[in-house]
């Protein structure tokens, strides 16, 4: 079993930074992809980032491209999001996933495991 706690979320204006944090236990985090996903009031949730279990590939979502970094460090059983250029339209929940799938995978039943989510709110 794996289990992810995500911490960071919080309220922030428009064009301001948060840096998102997921802290996994047991299994073998290390050889796990890790995901981001996020959402928001009345929407699906939605693919945010994802990084290999090696951290030498990485996937974005359209929307945060050039905006939001994921990255990990497998000695802590950690990932990270660190979000720049927040918008208002980035507000949501935004959630760890993991899997032990190839790849950097976007869509969010190829993860089995996920955290309880931590809020995020861009006001404008």
């Known amino acids: 079993q794996v289990q992810l706690v995500e911490s960071g979320g919080g309220l922030v204006q428009a064009g301001g930074s948060l840096r998102l944090s997921c802290a996994a236990s047991?299994?073998?985090?290390?050889?796990?992809?890790m995901g981001w996903f996020r959402q928001a009031p009345g929407k699906e949730r939605e693919f945010v980032a994802a990084i290999s279990w090696g951290g030498d590939s990485t996937n974005y979502a359209d929307s945060v491209k050039g905006r939001f970094t994921i990255s990990r460090d497998n000695a802590k059983n950690a990932v990270y999001l660190q979000m720049n250029s927040l918008k208002p339209e980035d507000t949501a929940i935004y959630y760890c996933?993991?899997?032990?799938?190839?790849?950097?995978?976007?869509?969010?039943?190829?993860?089995?495991?996920w955290g309880q989510g931590t809020q995020v709110t861009v006001s404008s």
């Open positions: 996933a993991t899997s032990p799938s190839t790849g950097v995978p976007g869509s969010s039943n190829r993860y089995p495991y």
């Open positions: 047991g299994r073998t985090f290390s050889r796990y992809v």
